[in-house]
Nanobody, 118 residues
Framework: QVQLVESGGGLVQAGGSTTLSCAVS??????????MGWYRQAPGKMRELVASLFARGSVYYEDSVKGRFGIARIDAKNTLYLQMNSLKPEDTAIYYC??????????WGQGTQVTVSS
């Protein structure tokens, strides 16, 4: 089974920045041909999609992160990234990457915790 390994989270001060990475364990699972997304789940809340990168290259951001987050991929590394700037305490969550088709019953990685201190 393909594994998605998120990393790069940690404790960040409000206004700071960090970059998350999502590495794919299976070289046959090429993210450049998939519609991929970064999701987050805050304590007591449902998991939500915050950034999308379509195989064709177009991007979409949820309103609360628009202008602050950037999603990208490096095809040669088969890795998805999320650049997070101007972080706010409400960005605190576990962040996951997955395809845009993934549902609750699909495979999800461990995620990476981002905690933004005020």
């Amino acid at each position: 089974q393909v594994q998605l390994v998120e990393s790069g989270g940690g404790l960040v001060q409000a206004g700071g920045s960090t970059t998350l990475s999502c590495a794919v364990s299976d070289s046959l699972f090429r993210i450049q041909y998939k519609d991929m997304g970064w999701y987050r789940q805050a304590p007591g809340k449902m998991r939500e999609l915050v950034a999308s990168l379509f195989a064709r290259g177009s991007v979409y951001y949820e309103d609360s992160v628009k202008g602050r987050f950037g999603i990208a991929r490096i095809d040669a590394k088969n890795t998805l990234y999320l650049q997070m700037n101007s972080l706010k305490p409400e960005d605190t969550a576990i962040y996951y990457c997955n395809t845009l088709r993934a549902g609750p019953s699909n495979y999800w990685g461990q995620g990476t915790q981002v905690t933004v201190s005020s």
